[in-house]
């Protein structure tokens, strides 16, 4: 079998890696126990191999180039799979440590993610979590995420998805609005109502409403209002809250509301429907185990 690399050229990408964590060659050099000249030696032989600039270097402090951005991401990824595989043979996977970084989007963060998270870090006292609540879709190499947490069936085959839930949903209004407008009691009664949409931010279009005939058909509620959310779906609920229509949203979501008389439930008839959600991660990543575990609790916190 042909060597790829030898350990010098090892040694090289690690002290790319702390070089670039810190932002310094001299810092690297006093973490790694070297002197600067030969931690800057390192990656100049580095960057010959390679044929690029890694990084550029003022007389303060060093950047990574854009190919430095990428190179890195990937080396990063590589050397923390060396690590895992050594805590697998020594028996230290019993005890995951080291950072996850998380993107999901706002709903399901701070209604789902958010929430277990106190319990997580206490369950698991040597994981550090970096959490990105967003809607945008994320690019796990160039953004450098473990995992993402998403609505939907995964369109993507490079992907890998374990769904978390079927999550289902109801049509809310407050108090005070069902008592000036009654309780609708079906689909005619329904399209009389102010019914606040959600605007889907991947494709601009309205998201229709989701609801069961009483004999079991599936029906995709369309509608035309003059109410509509973009974005953020947690307004929808605010605004539903405050008495200006009907809003269909995720029983986790509204919960509390309910509870507190903020909001009541109508069409139970026409319930019953769900939306998937699935954690996400690239299909030739080796989940470590910090990321096994991140996953499993927060699987088993919403099951």
Known sequence: MTRTFDPVQLGSIELFCKA?????????AEALGLTPASVSRSIARL?????????????RLVRLTASGELYHAQCQQALEQIAEA???????????????????????????VVPMLPGFMAAYPGVEVELNVSNRNVDFVEDGYDLAIRLGEPRDSRLVSRKLEEATVGIFGSPAYLRRRGKPKSLEDLRQHDLIQFVLPSTGRTMP?????PDGEDIDFS???????????????GWAVAGGGLFQIYHFVVREA??????????????????????????????????????????????
């Open 258 to 303: 309910v509870k507190a008389g903020q909001l009541v439930e109508v069409m139970q008839g026409h319930g019953g429907r769900s939306r998937p959600f699935h954690v996400l991660y690239p299909q030739n990543r080796h989940l470590s185990a910090r990321v096994r575990a991140f996953v499993q609790y927060l699987a088993d916190a919403v099951s």
């Open 209 to 213: 409403w989701i609801l069961r005939s």
């Open 47 to 59: 960057e010959a191999r390679l044929g690029v600039r890694l990084f550029n270097r003022t007389t």
């Open 86 to 112: 050594e805590r697998a043979i020594t028996g230290q996977q019993a005890r995951p440590k080291g950072l996850v970084r998380v993107s999901v989007g706002t709903v399901y963060g701070h209604h789902r």
């Open 20 to 28: 670039a964590e810190l932002g310094s060659f001299t810092g690297a």
């Open 223 to 237: 509608f035309k209002s003059r109410q509509r959310v973009h974005e953020d779906v947690l307004a929808g609920v």
